[in-house]
């Protein structure tokens, strides 16, 4: 079957499918055996973090290829189109410049976008942020009642939870020990109820991140903060000393109540799911300090230089990109999965989740034509020794072929050496995973010849299986900086590769307003019967409430 992978019509693209065929039935491990070399020609060192790219099925030549195939394919210019704040998000009509975000502590010349300064508008808010947190954290900024602020709670869903709960989940050992912070992002209200319970209220400071200042679960938990707060003792009039806000729309953030100065802009150049490194940082600057959360962005804008420098056959997010393109278009896989062996990087998965899949989940090229080939897998994930223990089975014996990212820490957060135990696991799972394994490897001893025989192919471990290794030295903010651009560009990588727009989001506009449409069928009186819903639609809502009702 002739492979369809046809972004740009490249020669590459034609010498990529033949060079894959030649290849497919490879050996991962017979390519070590024949280069002594290979561990040393496919990893890539930046600094304090290490890239293991070996133990996939690339030769030299075909990095040769996808590296035609990337100069091929215009990476070069759209990469300085990014940074040099072109419209790159066409359909927005926007910019994309979370990276001028990272440059705001250097000595970087300003950058401009629609003929516009933008460097002193990022700097005033980060001044802005680290002058709050100063406030926040020696007390001069209290609750309305005189209690210094001992509970941050940040409401917000999507970019505006993911961002600050990674760094916050990552970095927390790094941070204020006196201050408890939570995240509310579900309109679930009996969750909303659980974080609240365990807050003080005088000393509450609840952030509301959203940057249309429009979504409905984000206001939903807003109001509930402000019944709480008032349920709780706190005055009316007091309210709004208990609320910070993070959002492009100043207009809605003053009108919900919100004072001027506890009100933090968030660029309209800055795409939601990249809101971290400006005003959707707040909640981790006030836990880090503005000096560890600029280590953050300093981490970051480390890997925006070497991103935008740096030759692409050293060039970590260009590498890593053309190597998901190389298994999701030429081998056809489904997934892409991420697992950390260090707990704080827990919710690593979840961020890079919306990173790529609501940056690349479209189906049409940037010339509007519906594209033939396959663009952002699945990307799920979990702590590595978990997934050891419920889907490495079918990692390792399933039919999927399933690409991975392995990380490790050389060093635990407090420096101590106790992360052997981490980097044992993540590199013999990386090992067996490429190796396999056979039967007589994995069999308990004292069995009959028979049964070994026969049970055989159920403990024989095919192998060939890729896998991607990051080694970092310890998880600082510095540190979680570069990782998080790294995955940055490499899925701004995937998106010029497959020829697609990876800044803008339509395809989540419908089912927010079907949402409100039920909703009101659900809420309302007749409303089911006006609407025409589908009938498993108005069957469901008909059993929904009939269970409400206990008729069922
Ligand atoms: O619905 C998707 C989305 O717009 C994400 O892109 C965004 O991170 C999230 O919803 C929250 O949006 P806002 O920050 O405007 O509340």
Redesign the pocket.
């Known amino acids: 079957m002739t492979n369809s992978f046809s972004p740009y019509n490249l020669p590459s693209e034609k010498k990529l499918a033949k060079h894959f065929n030649k290849i497919k039935n490879t050996k991962i491990k017979d390519l070590f055996e024949k280069d002594h070399r290979r561990f040393e020609k496919f990893s890539i060192k930046n600094g304090d973090l290490f890239t293991d790219y070996s133990k996939n099925l690339i030769t030299e030549k075909t990095l040769e290829l996808l590296l035609q195939f990337a100069d091929q394919s215009g990476l070069k210019q759209a990469i300085e189109d990014m940074f040099c704040g072109e419209k790159i998000n066409v359909t927005e009509q926007r910019a994309v410049l979370h990276t001028a975000a990272r440059s705001v502590l250097t000595k970087e010349n300003p950058i401009t976008s629609d003929g516009e300064e933008i460097t002193a508008g990022l700097r005033k808010i980060f001044e802005k942020m680290a002058s709050f947190t100063k406030e926040i954290t020696n007390g001069t900024r209290k609750g309305s009642t005189g209690k210094a602020f001992t509970h941050i709670i940040n409401i917000?869903?999507?970019?505006?939870e993911l961002g600050p709960k990674l760094l916050v989940s990552a970095l927390k050992t790094f941070g204020n020990k006196n201050l408890k912070i939570k995240f509310i992002s579900s309109p679930d209200p009996s969750h909303t109820k659980e974080i609240l319970k365990q807050a003080n209220p005088e000393a509450t400071l609840f952030i509301i991140?959203?940057?249309?200042?429009?979504?409905k679960e984000?206001l939903i938990n807003y109001k509930a903060a402000r019944k709480w707060l008032l349920n709780s003792g706190i005055k009316k009039k007091n309210l709004n000393k208990h609320f910070a806000a993070v959002s492009e729309n100043k207009k809605e953030a003053l009108n919900s109540g919100i004072l001027p100065d506890y009100l933090f802009k968030t660029e309209k150049f800055i795409n939601?799911?990249c809101?971290i490194w400006s005003g959707a940082g707040l909640c981790p600057c006030i836990l880090l300090g503005a000096d560890l959360f600029a280590d953050f962005l300093s981490g970051a804008y480390e890997i925006d230089n070497s991103f935008r420098h740096s030759p692409f056959e050293k060039n970590l997010p260009v590498i890593l990109g053309l190597i998901d393109i190389w298994h999701r278009n030429f081998f056809k896989t489904a997934t892409w999965a991420i697992f950390p062996y260090e707990q704080a990087l827990a919710n690593l998965p979840f961020y890079v989740a919306?990173l790529c899949m609501?940056s690349n989940g479209k189906s049409v090229n940037r010339q509007g034509e519906k594209i033939n080939y396959a663009s952002a897998p699945i990307v799920w994930g979990m702590p590595a020794p978990n997934a050891q223990h419920s889907c490495f089975q079918s990692l390792h014996q399933g039919t999927n072929l399933a690409p991975i990212d392995l990380l490790s820490p050389a060093l635990a957060q407090n420096g101590e050496k106790n992360a052997e135990i981490l980097a044992a696991n993540h590199f013999a799972q990386a090992e067996v995973l490429m190796n396999g394994a056979s039967d007589n490897e994995i069999y308990k001893t004292g069995a009959s010849k028979n049964f070994i025989k026969q049970t055989a192919a159920h403990k024989t471990l095919r192998g060939n299986r890729p896998s991607i290794s990051f080694i970092y030295k310890k998880l600082t903010p510095k540190l979680l900086g570069k990782l998080i651009a790294t995955y940055e560009h490499r899925i701004f990588v995937q998106g010029i590769l497959w020829n697609i727009f990876s800044f803008d989001?339509w395809g989540?506009e419908a089912g927010?307003r079907m949402a409100d449409k039920i909703l009101s069928a659900l809420t309302e009186p007749k409303q089911d019967e006006k609407q025409k819903l589908n009938s498993s639609t108005a069957g469901l809502i008909n059993i929904f409430k009939r269970f409400q009702s206990d008729e069922l």
């Open positions: 917000g869903i999507g970019g505006s991140v959203s940057k249309s200042f429009t979504t984000t939601g799911r809101g919306q609501e989001q989540v927010k």
